[in-house]
C-alpha cells in the first residue's frame, strides 16, 4: 500500500469519526403526548443510549403519567442551563436541578420547589461540618461550654481539607460562614470566584488541600483521608470540611484502610465542631417548575404521586434507578433553598459564578440540532482528504517497470 492510500484511508477514518456517534446507532426514543392541554412535560439530561434500560427516565415519565391521570412526556436537555430555559419559557412543566442552580433560578427567575431528592439517609440535606481530631484545641474549646473559647477562632493557621473547589459541604457553605461571622477576610477581588483559593490559603494555610477531580483528596471520602493521614503535620492541626455522615460512612462499621492509621485509632478521635447543624444545609437536587405556567392544582397532583411513589417498593426502586435517590421529600422553595442562599452569598464571586454556570453556551439541547464543532470538524476532515488527492495528482508518475522506493 502507498504512502499517499495509507494518508487517504486514514483521513476518511477521520472523516467518519468527526460525525456524532448517535447517526450511527439507535438513539434512545421517549412518548410524545397526543394532548398538550393533558401533559406534564419533564426536562430532564438524558443519555444518548442507556446501558441500563432500568436508568431510562421514561419509566419514571411512565409511572407519574399512571398516578397522574395525564400523559407525561420527557423533554430532553443536555445542561442545567437547558433545564431552566426549558422552565422560564414554558417548553417544560418540571426539571431537576442541582442545589446552586436552583437557587440561582429561583432568585434570578422565580422557578419553585416542588420536591426534592432525598439523601442516603432520608434527608433532603446534608450539614456542612468541620471534623476535627477530638484532642486538637478546636474540639476542646468545642466541648468544654466556655463561651470564651471559640472553635471557628482556632481554625486560623490549621491545614484544611476541602472536598472541591466549589464543593457544598466540603467549600461554599464551611467559608460562607466563616467569611459571613467575620472570622476570615476575602483576599482578592470580592466578585471574582477565583480569590475563594487565595482566601483560603491565606486564612488556613499554603498547603490546604483543595483537590482537582480524580485526586486522593477529592470529594467527602478525600477529605476525611486528608485528616487521617495528615501527612504534612499533626492530626490536630488539620481540619476536614466535608458532611455529615462523613465519618459513619467511611470509618465505621467497614472501615477504609487508611482511617486509623495515623493518629486516630477509634472513630471517636474524629470530633464534629459544632454538630450537628455545623454551618448549614447543602439541600438535595430539588424539582422545580415555573408558578407562571405549572398551576398549583399541578403541584399538588405532582406531589400527591411523588408520595405514593414513596409508599412501595417497586416505585422506591424506579426513583432509585432513574434518580440515584431512595425517596422524594415534598418541600417548599424557602425551607429546601433559602438557608442555602443565605449561607453561601458572601463566598467570593459565587454569584456570578453560578450565573455564568447557568448562563454559560450551551453545546445542544433537543431541538438544537448537532453542535457547531461537528460541521468544523467535518469540513476540515473533507479539506485534508481534498489536500492529500491533489497533492497525489501533482506528483510525477512513475514508469510502467519501475517500482516504488522502498518505505522502511
Not at 11 to 19: D, E, F, Q
Not at 76 to 93: C, H, K, Y
Not at 239 to 262: L, N, R
Amino acid at each position: 500500500m502507498t504512502r499517499q492510500m495509507t494518508a487517504t484511508i486514514l483521513i476518511v477514518t477521520l472523516l467518519a469519526a468527526t460525525v456524532p456517534g448517535c447517526l450511527f446507532t439507535t438513539e434512545t426514543s421517549y412518548s410524545t403526548c397526543s394532548d398538550d392541554d393533558n401533559c406534564l412535560k419533564i426536562a430532564f439530561e438524558v443519555k444518548e443510549e442507556y446501558q441500563n434500560i432500568d436508568e431510562n427516565p421514561q419509566k419514571l415519565a411512565d409511572r407519574l403519567g399512571e398516578l397522574m391521570g395525564q400523559e407525561v412526556e420527557i423533554y430532553p436537555v443536555n445542561s442545567q442551563a437547558a433545564t431552566i430555559e426549558a422552565l422560564r419559557f414554558g417548553n417544560a412543566d418540571i426539571g431537576f436541578l442541582d442545589g446552586g442552580a436552583a437557587w440561582l433560578s429561583w432568585q434570578e427567575y422565580g422557578l419553585q420547589v416542588a420536591a426534592a431528592e432525598q439523601k442516603g439517609d432520608g434527608r433532603a440535606y446534608y450539614n456542612a461540618i468541620a471534623w476535627v481530631h477530638i484532642d486538637s484545641d478546636m474540639a476542646q474549646a468545642d466541648l468544654d461550654d466556655d463561651p470564651a473559647t471559640d472553635p471557628f477562632a482556632l481554625m486560623e493557621g490549621k491545614i484544611s481539607c476541602h472536598t472541591s473547589a466549589l464543593g457544598s459541604s466540603g467549600m461554599l457553605l464551611p467559608m460562607g460562614y466563616l467569611i459571613n461571622n467575620g472570622y476570615v477576610d476575602v483576599v482578592g477581588d470580592p466578585d471574582e470566584i477565583d480569590s475563594l483559593h487565595a482566601t483560603v490559603t491565606n486564612h488556613f494555610s499554603a498547603d490546604s488541600s483543595i483537590p482537582d477531580s480524580g485526586t486522593p483528596y477529592y470529594r467527602y471520602i478525600g477529605s476525611l483521608r486528608c485528616l487521617a493521614e495528615h501527612a504534612l503535620g499533626d492530626a490536630t492541626d488539620y481540619i476536614s470540611f466535608a458532611k455529615d455522615p462523613t465519618v459513619p460512612d467511611y470509618c465505621g462499621e467497614d472501615p477504609e484502610s487508611w482511617c486509623f492509621e495515623g493518629d486516630f485509632t477509634q472513630t471517636s478521635d474524629f470530633h464534629p465542631i459544632m454538630a450537628p447543624e455545623g454551618f448549614g444545609r447543602a439541600p438535595s437536587h430539588p424539582v422545580m417548575y415555573n408558578p407562571d405556567v405549572f398551576t398549583p392544582e399541578e403541584v399538588q397532583s405532582l406531589r400527591d404521586a411523588f408520595t405514593t411513589m414513596n409508599g412501595n417498593d417497586a416505585d422506591l426502586t424506579i426513583l432509585d434507578d432513574v434518580l440515584s435517590t431512595p425517596g422524594m421529600t415534598i418541600i417548599g422553595t424557602e425551607d429546601h433553598l433559602g438557608g442555602y442562599g443565605d449561607s453561601i452569598e458572601d463566598v467570593p464571586g459565587i454569584v456570578a459564578y453560578f450565573g455564568e454556570k447557568v448562563n454559560k453556551v450551551k453545546v445542544a439541547s433537543s431541538d438544537d440540532g448537532i453542535p457547531l464543532f461537528v460541521p468544523l470538524l467535518v469540513i476540515g476532515a473533507i479539506g485534508a482528504v481534498i489536500y492529500v488527492v491533489k497533492n497525489r495528482k501533482d506528483e510525477p508518475k512513475l514508469p510502467v517497470n519501475q517500482a516504488p522506493a522502498s518505505e522502511e
